[in-house]
């Protein structure tokens, strides 16, 4: 017999499709197009960068056939705002996700959300057109992603450029010191954010948490989310009864002991 599979997705499925983040490399030979199921890569020609897929990029870095960008979030000064901003700015929300990619709108000349245009545009998409804004299809983890911001993968996918890539990362030893900081901020305000639960009112905002981050909180947060309901529940249940027992007092009709009380006070005077 099987065994029931978890909540969610685990932190090795997590991982897995971190995969599929597009990132920045520097082709070290030249490599033609290669045919996947998610579309073409882009022909190599070193010294041009190029965008590909995360595990496509380790493979040639193995291979010793490319070098990785890290993005610019994963830089020494940039993980040490976000830090700064977690602990002092605003203790008690994440650091914003990275916004969303943008660009000229040639009629009115300003630069408005990429899938915003696509919709309002009467003409048909380009193919070089991506309505889809969703992870891992952002842009948030190449070489032209801004800093200051944390995708949604950041965790494991700085996890997998430390260990594979370690070399293209520059401060790596400063940079994993940084990283271990702010995933001990984020740890403990996830933990604190389900005070918020307490009385049954409390609303856990998870706006700017990463997948990694979610996978492994899930079962505590699910365990004070199920806790606080068996207390509402239990509540309930005692104010029922104490209703039904006629009204819910101590010294309220039924027969209670406050009925015994006021006889005794009775008998003597």
């Known amino acids: ?6 909540q969610g997705l685990v932190p090795t499925e997590v991982a897995f499709l971190c995969e599929m983040e ?11 197009s290669i045919p996947l199921l998610s579309g073409d890569t882009p022909v190599l020609r070193p010294p041009h960068r190029a965008p590909m897929p995360l595990w496509l990029a380790l493979l040639l870095k193995k291979q010793r056939r490319a070098n990785i960008v890290p993005p610019a979030w994963l830089h020494p000064a940039s993980l040490a705002d976000i830090i700064h901003h977690e602990t002092n700015v605003d203790p008690q929300a994440f650091s914003p996700p990275p916004p969303p990619p943008t660009r000229a709108d040639g009629r009115t ?14 003409e048909a998409p380009k193919p070089g057109d991506d309505p889809r804004l969703a992870p891992p299809f952002l842009p948030s983890c190449t070489a ?14 700085a996890e997998a450029l430390l260990a594979h890539a370690a070399d293209d990362v520059p401060a ?12 001990e901020v984020r740890a403990a305000k996830m933990r604190g954010s389900t005070q918020s639960l307490e009385g049954g009112g409390g609303v856990v905002v998870l706006r700017g948490v990463g997948a990694m981050e979610l996978a492994e909180s899930r079962a505590f947060v699910l365990g004070v989310v199920d806790g606080v309901r068996k207390l509402g529940a239990s509540a309930e249940a005692t104010r029922r009864d104490e209703e039904a027992n006629g009204g819910g007092g101590r010294y309220g009709g039924g027969g209670g002991r406050g009925d015994f009380e006021d006889s005794d006070e009775e008998m003597e005077f």
């Not at 597009?22 to 033609?32: A, D, F, K, W």
């Not at 000349?109 to 009467?122: K, L, M, T």
């Open 172 to 183: 790596a030893a400063e940079v994993r010191s940084l990283l271990r900081d702010l995933q």
């Open 109 to 122: 000349g300003r630069a408005r959300p990429f899938q915003e245009n696509i919709r309002s545009s009467r």
């Open 22 to 32: 597009m990132v920045t490399v520097v082709p070290r030979q030249r490599l033609e």
């Open 144 to 157: 032209d992603a801004p800093g200051g911001y944390l995708p949604y993968h950041w965790l494991e996918l």
């Open 1 to 6: 017999m099987a065994l029931p599979l978890p």
